[in-house]
């Protein structure tokens, strides 16, 4: 056909950008997206042990009678840690993220994304060898937590970077989302070792929820040897031939490919784009370079940071975390239910059966969709449990419909969080940021995270706690969770654009010329390759020679191989990117080739075979 031979096809073409979705991709973003397994197994533990028996009397000294399975001397709505020492148990591992999230992002650009996130797992080890070898020693015990945490950091940020940077488009929103899935399952592999290890009057009931951790750092660790680097690091890092082969191995392509090509092409006139754009400064200046822009352009670096660490902020003062963290001591609070840690373990499972609804979801319905009708429904469900644990379901009431009720109802709002701002709110904050800014910006982000997940950590047991000092306000919580949940919900309608079906160099775009409200009706018209070369034709000549010679299995450029140019108008005249009539003409002799045998910006009126 004529029209393959057209100069500019590929990087030109919006349906030539990318290649189609291989069984591979797919298992390299499921085996990255384990990294999820820290954070929900680490929230799933502490959960749990934080209301186990043994660890109660090792760090307050009161007595337990396992037989009867009941406190001595002391009422058991009485019997467990005080508010201050959950709170800092909990809350230190966050602060550790918080700042593992803020270095990683400045790692992942310096040596990869891959050695940073294989760091943070011995980082990781480590801290959890501190908190196994803590006995009733506190200090020992939060100091291991805070070291673990910043290891935590370090793979929470940097699993999304590589994740949104390998993912094809098409499923990109649902791969990333199996993240939030393995943060579900880690929460339940947790409370299943928790329940099983409960009533041991030993240092076995807390030591071995904690030494399981060691087995999802060495499988995540381990295989990152064999995964390759991050395609879009290496473009960044001026790679362009091993970033030819990462994409190669991820799209399941020959390096020789036309899909390869086109994409790395695409990637790279994005980066040099971006890199007119953000200024080129000083180490701290290029953290500044972050906060630039007007409030007033949805393109601005400063908005994105808004909305990404807006998402992030939101998502935790939905209250999620205070069920996960706090809902073993909270159930044991109503009065009325005999085993709180099974109770748990069903708010859990519902948490990992409702998340792969999200896979599917977010590609059909879009991010905006989940992300505000998820919201409106954790606002009902959230006053219904008030409305019912302030009346019928009060302690004294004794009801134990009413408090069924209630764990029924907290399910649900379970079930609208899982399937819509848990993982809706990680896969934004992977696309929505351009490559020259993406690693800080997700690191910034990501830490934004774990800042309010350490704030709730430290005021939840307040807020319900039954001891001096405390608020004391049990279901009524859910009132101020349900409040916060409104203004996520209007958060989302006005700053969070749609970007299902984009690539990340395209969602740059969208945001650059229409508003979150238009965004869903947005499609692309054009290619960075295009965009740059009517700006710039020699640097886009040269540009795309550089992505032939680092696809090109023979060491790069070719000379011709005799012969002449052959009329490229044989069925008429055609028309480049540029809007130009393209007419063949005839000549002869060698010259620059590739896999089809044409050079688009030797001479972009011939083809050659």
């Not at 660490?309 to 239910?337: A, D, E, P």
Request: charged share 15%.
């Amino acid at each position: 056909m004529v029209s393959a031979l057209l100069p500019f096809e590929g990087p030109a073409d919006l349906s030539r950008i990318e290649a189609p979705v291989t069984l591979k991709a797919y298992l390299i973003c499921a085996f990255a997206a384990c990294g999820g397994l820290f954070f929900g197994y680490d929230t799933g533990w502490i959960n749990g042990v934080l209301g186990m028996p043994y660890f109660i009397t090792l760090y307050t000294g009161y007595s337990y009678d396992y037989d009867k399975k009941q406190p001595i001397g002391i009422d058991p709505t009485n019997f467990g840690l005080p508010s201050s020492t959950k709170s800092l148990m909990t809350s230190i591992l966050s602060c550790g993220t918080f700042f593992g999230a803020l270095i990683a992002g400045d790692i992942a650009d310096f040596i990869g994304r891959r050695l940073t996130i294989i760091i943070g797992c011995l980082i990781f080890c480590v801290g959890c060898v501190l908190q196994i070898a803590s006995t009733n020693q506190t200090v020992l015990f939060v100091f291991g937590r805070l070291v673990a945490g910043l290891g935590v950091g370090f793979i929470s940020t940097v699993i999304i970077l590589y994740m949104s940077e390998i993912a094809p488009r098409k499923v990109r929103g649902a791969l990333v989302s199996a993240y939030q899935f393995c943060i579900t399952v880690g929460i339940l592999l947790a409370n299943c070792v928790v329940y099983a290890t409960q009533d041991r009057n030993d240092t076995g009931s807390y030591r071995i929820p904690i030494g399981v951790q060691f087995l999802w750092a060495l499988i995540l660790g381990t295989g990152l040897f064999i995964l390759p680097e991050s395609p879009r690091y290496h473009v960044m890092k001026g790679q362009l031939h091993s970033a030819a082969k990462s994409l190669a191995y991820v799209r399941g392509q020959p390096i020789e490919s036309e899909y390869i090509k086109d994409e790395l092409a695409e990637i790279v006139a994005n980066h040099e784009y971006e890199m007119q754009v953000v200024p080129q400064t000083s180490y701290i200046g290029s953290w500044v370079a972050c906060f630039h822009g007007s409030l007033r352009k949805g393109n601005s670096n400063i908005r994105r940071i808004i909305m990404a660490c807006g998402l992030q902020m939101w998502q935790q003062l939905t209250g999620i975390n205070f069920i996960f963290y706090f809902g073993t001591t909270f159930f044991q609070q109503l009065g009325t239910i005999s085993n709180p840690f099974f109770i748990s373990l069903i708010t859990t499972l519902v948490n990992v059966l409702s998340t792969p609804i999200s896979f599917v979801a977010i590609e059909y319905l879009g991010r905006r969709f989940l992300l505000i009708y998820g919201a409106l429904g954790m606002v009902i469900m959230q006053f219904i449990v008030a409305i019912i644990g302030t009346t019928a379901g009060r302690v004294d009431a004794d009801d134990p419909a009413a408090v069924r009720a209630m764990i029924a109802f907290i399910c649900l709002n379970i079930f609208f969080f899982a399937t819509s701002w848990g993982p809706t709110g990680w896969v934004v904050i992977g696309e929505c940021f351009p490559l020259p800014i993406r690693s800080r910006g997700v690191g910034i982000s990501t830490a934004c995270n774990w800042f309010w997940n350490c704030i709730i950590a430290v005021v939840a047991p307040y807020m319900v706690g039954n001891s001096k000092g405390s608020a004391n306000l049990g279901p009524k919580v859910f009132f101020i969770w349900g409040s916060l949940s409104i203004f996520s919900m209007l958060f989302a309608y006005f700053l969070v654009p749609e970007m299902k079906g984009l690539t990340l160099e395209q969602i740059d775009k969208m945001m650059e010329e229409v508003s979150p409200r238009k965004s869903l009706k947005w499609k692309p018209k054009t290619t960075f390759v295009a965009e740059l070369a009517r700006r710039d034709v020699e640097k886009s000549r040269q540009q795309w020679r550089d992505v032939n010679a680092a696809t090109n299995t023979t060491g790069g450029l070719e000379g011709g191989m005799g012969g002449g140019y052959q009329e490229a108008n044989e069925m008429g005249a055609m028309s480049d990117p540029y809007g130009t009539p393209v007419h063949g003409v005839h000549g002869g002799g060698g010259g620059y080739g590739n896999s089809m045998g044409r050079d688009p910006y030797e001479n972009p009126n011939t083809v050659r075979y």
